[in-house]
């Protein structure tokens, strides 16, 4: 992919991985779009990044994925490249019993189907596009499951599984297929996490990790796994029971409180 000339829309840009992907997207010279639920931090970005484009977006909600799509296609028809990047991530005690259904899923709702909806409503417009590219934005938890975070671990599992699918079934067009798999990263999605739940994890700085996203866009590595996402693939493949121990410590502390 050039990594430069884009049309790029990234969910979630208001902080964190999507905030650095449009400000390192910015600074090559594409047009770059980003979303967020928020009014605020939408204006802010808008403050910090000279020419970005904002759209207050929630991907959960099809009504916003449709006006999204309809304003996009209107105002920049020229798009090729989608980023599905919004997300969050809870921590969840399956013996609580204490979330309403729909905040037991929350995360279900956002990053798969809300990626699963962008994606349908978008892929008419990319196909029509050059140098078009979808990237989904996973987990290095989607191979194996940190257990405090069940329901964020089993969505980025189906997320891989998803990207997968997707990549084949658009073998017979020009759409690019990638998933980024980041590790644990220096953003705002981990900041209602103890220390302890982080054990063992190195936090990657989010300049570096996107640094080696944009180094795998630009060489069409379709599954980019930086940093200890890499390790946890690997170790998920050839020590599976080990490293799932490992990322299930933190459970005794959460019974514990
Ligand atoms: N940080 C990590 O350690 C890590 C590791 C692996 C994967 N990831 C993935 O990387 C992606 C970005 O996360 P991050 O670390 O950059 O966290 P972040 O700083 O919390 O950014 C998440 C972004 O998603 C937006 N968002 C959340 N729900 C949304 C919705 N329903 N519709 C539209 N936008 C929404 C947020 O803005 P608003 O809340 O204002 O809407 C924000 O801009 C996520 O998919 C996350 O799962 C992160």
């Known amino acids: ?13 208001s902080s964190g991985i999507g905030y650095e992907m449009a400000k390192e997207f910015l600074k090559k010279s594409n047009t770059v779009i980003v979303t967020g639920r928020n009014e605020q931090k939408l204006q802010k970005v808008k403050n910090e990044l000279k020419g970005v484009v904002t759209i207050l977006s929630d991907v959960s909600k099809p009504e916003d994925v449709k006006k999204l799509y309809d304003q996009v296609a209107k105002d920049f028809p020229a798009l090729n490249v989608l980023i599905n990047n919004a997300g969050i991530m809870v921590t969840i005690n399956l013996q609580n019993h204490q979330l309403a259904p729909m905040d037991l899923t929350n995360e279900i709702d956002i990053n798969v ?13 990319l196909k ?12 290095g938890l989607a191979f194996v499951p940190l257990a405090i975070s ?6 980025k599992a189906a997320l891989h599984s998803y990207s997968l699918s997707l990549r084949e079934q658009l073998r017979n067009t020009e759409v690019k297929v990638f998933e980024l798999a980041p590790p644990a990263t220096e953003t705002e999605l981990l900041k209602n996490f103890k220390d302890s739940d982080m054990e063992g994890v190195s936090l990657m700085p989010v300049d570096k990790m996107v640094g080696v996203f944009l180094d795998g866009f630009a060489n069409d590595k379709f599954e980019i796994c930086p940093g200890q996402s890499s390790q946890l693939k690997f170790m998920s493949r050839f020590f599976p029971r080990f490293i799932l121990k490992q990322l299930s410590k933190p459970v005794a502390a959460m019974h514990a409180n």
């Open 128 to 139: 029509k596009n050059k140098n078009a590219a979808l990237v989904i934005v996973s987990s």
């Open 113 to 125: 189907k809300g990626t699963i909806w962008m994606i349908d409503a978008f892929l008419p417009l």
């Open 150 to 155: 069940p329901v964020y671990c089993a969505a």
């Open 1 to 13: 992919m050039n990594l430069s000339g884009n049309t790029i829309l990234i969910t979630g840009g």
